[in-house]
């Protein structure tokens, strides 16, 4: 028991330095911690908590009632600064969306997927999700929000002289970015060439390593075993996240979909505070 408490203290100490050294915060999405949710969600909460993050990203209740949710972000000290919306609730209920940012008192709206065939992703479709993310981004920029979309690594296919994201890229006025640097790399792309070239619309990233040995492509689909602990994988972390801090990218969530998270993120975090040093 004394060993757990030890290591606790220990991952406390890590989140504090880290948080205490770089401009930008760490957090963590959600998503990471699926599966426990389904079990114990207060308990979830606590080990974020205990991990000293205080910053996430959701936007789902996990079947409980959202005040006493909502009560028990506050009780665990956090903060839901971005929310996921599909891209159906940006077409066609915008009110929705606005009402869960608030509820969440959020400051970004996130989505993460466009609806294409199979893996058909196409110059038309992105030029539709190009109009309705430009169309719901001007609205809840209007609400004090901020719209941000995250590629899965298809929108990294060639089109005229670059990718279906340089398209995207090229023609976003009203929204902005969250980088996964993981499906960018898995989609072909350069994490820190699309930070460099596109720093004014990337507001937000996904931190999140690829297992050594990996190849991509443009499904936007991985088997999640493939994500390793931050640093021992293929993706460059440590200079992605100076190049965040020298852009001021606001956030940078750690996600790992992996079984072996409760192990990972703790390890993941003691990279990170070690690598803001160098």
Not at 68 to 90: H, P
Not at 131 to 138: D, M, S, T
């Amino acid at each position: 028991m004394n060993k757990v408490k030890n290591i606790l203290v220990l991952v406390l100490m890590a989140g504090m330095a880290l948080q205490s050294t770089i401009a930008q915060e760490v957090g963590l999405q959600f998503y990471s911690l699926r599966n426990q949710f389904k079990n114990d969600v207060e308990g979830t909460l606590k080990t974020i908590h205990d991990w000293g993050i205080t910053k996430v990203e959701g936007g789902d209740y996990y079947d409980v009632p959202p005040g006493k949710f909502r009560k028990l972000l506050s009780d665990y000290n956090l903060d839901v600064v971005s929310i996921g919306a599909s891209y159906e609730d940006l077409s066609g209920d915008l009110k929705g969306v606005i009402k869960k940012a608030r509820d969440f008192n959020a400051k970004y709206v996130m989505c993460a997927w466009i609806p294409h065939d199979g893996d058909n992703f196409t110059i038309e479709d992105t030029q539709k999700a190009v109009e309705v993310f430009n169309n719901a981004g001007k609205i809840l920029s209007q609400e004090g929000l901020v719209l941000v979309y995250h590629p899965h690594g298809y929108e990294f296919r060639p089109y005229g002289g670059g990718t279906l994201f340089d398209y995207m890229a090229e023609n976003a006025e009203d929204f902005y970015f969250e980088l996964d640097v993981f499906w960018a790399f898995h989609g072909g792309a350069d994490p820190l060439d699309l930070m460099v070239r596109y720093g004014d619309r990337i507001v937000l990233l996904h931190l999140k390593d690829m297992r050594k040995g990996v190849t991509g492509n443009y499904t936007g689909h991985e088997d999640v075993e493939t994500n390793v602990v931050l640093g021992t994988g293929q993706i460059d972390i440590s200079t992605i996240v100076a190049k965040a801090g020298e852009l001021g990218i606001e956030y940078m969530f750690i996600e790992d979909e992996s079984s072996r998270v409760l192990q990972q993120v703790p390890q993941s975090l003691a990279f990170l505070k070690e690598a803001v040093k160098r």
